[in-house]
């Protein structure tokens, strides 16, 4: 690993997925360079092993904060399209007529209990 990586310090999708990019990289460059070097001590192949373990668990940090702030950001694009529907449904209340209004509600409910079944 050329640089260290600060997971905690990591705050957005972006942020995290150019720390991915980078730990992968360490993962495979520490690979080639245990595959090639085998004339090496063994000194230095314990070092190598230890620090590939170590960005496995950087990747792996890395992997589980990205998961959170997908799952956040899925949260928050669903809590938008609710609040946006919400203020689309009073919109409407106040322009449609009552009667079209509430048959338009009942055709909705059909809709959707067709498509929960």
Same mark, same amino acid.
Not at 23 to 43: F, P, V, W, Y
Not at 55 to 73: F, N
Not at 77 to 95: G, S, T, V
């Given at each position: 690993?050329?640089?260290?990586?600060?997971?905690?310090?990591?705050?957005? +999708? %972006?942020?995290?997925?150019?720390?991915?990019? &980078?730990?992968?990289?360490?993962?495979?460059?520490?690979? +080639?360079?245990?595959?090639?070097?085998?004339?090496?001590?063994?000194?230095? /192949?314990? *070092?190598? %092993? +230890?620090?590939?373990?170590?960005? %496995?668990?950087?990747? /792996?940090? +890395?992997?589980?904060?990205? $998961?959170?702030? /997908?799952?956040?950001?899925?949260? $928050?694009?669903?809590?938008? *399209?609710?609040?946006?529907?919400?203020?689309?449904?009073?919109?409407?209340? /106040?322009?449609?007529?009552?009667?079209?209004?509430? $048959?338009?509600?009942? *055709?909705?409910?059909?809709?959707? %209990?067709?498509? &929960?079944?």
């Amino acid at each position: 690993m050329k640089n260290r990586i600060d997971v905690e310090s990591l705050n957005t +999708i %972006g942020e995290l997925l150019i720390a991915l990019s &980078n730990i992968n990289q360490s993962i495979d460059d520490i690979a +080639i360079q245990l595959e090639l070097g085998k004339d090496r001590d063994d000194g230095w /192949r314990f *070092r190598a %092993g +230890i620090a590939k373990k170590k960005c %496995g668990k950087v990747h /792996r940090a +890395i992997c589980d904060k990205l $998961a959170i702030l /997908r799952q956040q950001e899925k949260e $928050a694009i669903e809590a938008n *399209r609710h609040h946006h529907n919400e203020y689309l449904i009073d919109e409407m209340k /106040r322009y449609f007529p009552k009667a079209a209004f509430l $048959a338009c509600v009942h *055709r909705a409910k059909l809709k959707a %209990g067709v498509k &929960n079944v």
